[in-house]
């Protein structure tokens, strides 16, 4: 079956310093992979996206990389900020393209 | 564009007692689905629909009750509050097949935080 594991909050961080959240799946066929990022009230937003094995995805200085032979998609940012603080989640939707799967969530925290 | 609008935000209820939690969209999404989070669990499938008329359950359905008639609108249903249905409550869309493609995203709601005492 599909699932999502990622590591386990919280993560606490200086500001400028590097994140790397960690996230490993299972899954048959071929995944779409997701990043989704939830302030603290809101919902989920999605964060960032990789279709297939190679792909990088990337947005607001984040970045995933699917690697489909480790089956991972770590999300990593070179120089965190205060404002990054937020609970981040790893996703992936199968075959079955509106059925998602979601990791357990990982807490970040920066400190100025 | 609204995008997903759930209501209330907050709702207190007693054991027993029933609501609907509301949940619409304007971005002409045939996929809706409805999902709880519980701190340390992520988030829980309970049920979706795929267009009017269809729906159907996800990982935890008991004690709720869906129904879709527009496209619009996906109601929650609580008939019998039990203190185990305290969470955060989210809706959320997406492109459904053919319309979407590999890889639409889902678009959330702000989320219900609902407590039963």
């Known amino acids: 079956g599909n699932s999502v594991t990622q590591m386990e909050g919280p993560v606490t961080l200086s500001e400028e310093a590097f994140l790397t959240i960690n996230c490993t799946y299972t899954?048959?066929?071929?995944?779409?992979l997701f990043w989704y990022v939830q302030y603290p009230g809101e919902g989920l937003q999605l964060l960032l996206k990789?279709?297939?094995?190679?792909d990088k995805g990337s947005n607001k200085g984040f970045e995933a990389t699917y690697r489909k032979e480790t089956t991972s998609f770590h999300l990593e940012k070179g120089s965190v900020q205060v404002s990054d603080s937020a609970v981040y989640f790893c996703?992936?939707?199968?075959?079955?393209?509106?059925?998602?799967?979601f990791g357990s969530g990982t807490k970040l925290n920066v400190k100025p | 564009n609204a995008g997903v609008t759930q209501t209330p935000k907050f709702q207190v209820l007693k054991t027993g007692q029933s609501m609907t939690l509301q949940c619409a969209q304007d971005m002409n999404h045939e996929y809706m689905s409805w999902y709880r989070q519980d701190p340390g669990m992520g988030l829980r499938l309970i049920h979706y629909s795929v267009g009017a008329g269809i729906t159907d359950q996800g990982e935890v359905p008991n004690g709720y009750n869906v129904s879709r008639s527009t496209t619009e609108d996906f109601p929650l249903r609580l008939l019998s509050a039990a203190p185990s249905q305290t969470s955060v409550y989210f809706c959320?869309?997406?492109?459904?097949?053919?319309?979407?493609?590999?890889?639409?995203?889902?678009?959330f709601g702000n989320g219900t935080r609902l407590t039963v005492t």
């Open positions: 899954a048959t066929g071929y995944p779409s």
């Open positions: 990789a279709t297939k094995a190679d």
């Open positions: 959320a869309s997406s492109y459904s097949f053919p319309q979407g493609t590999v890889g639409s995203p889902l678009h």
């Open positions: 996703a992936l939707s199968g075959d079955n393209f509106n059925k998602f799967y």
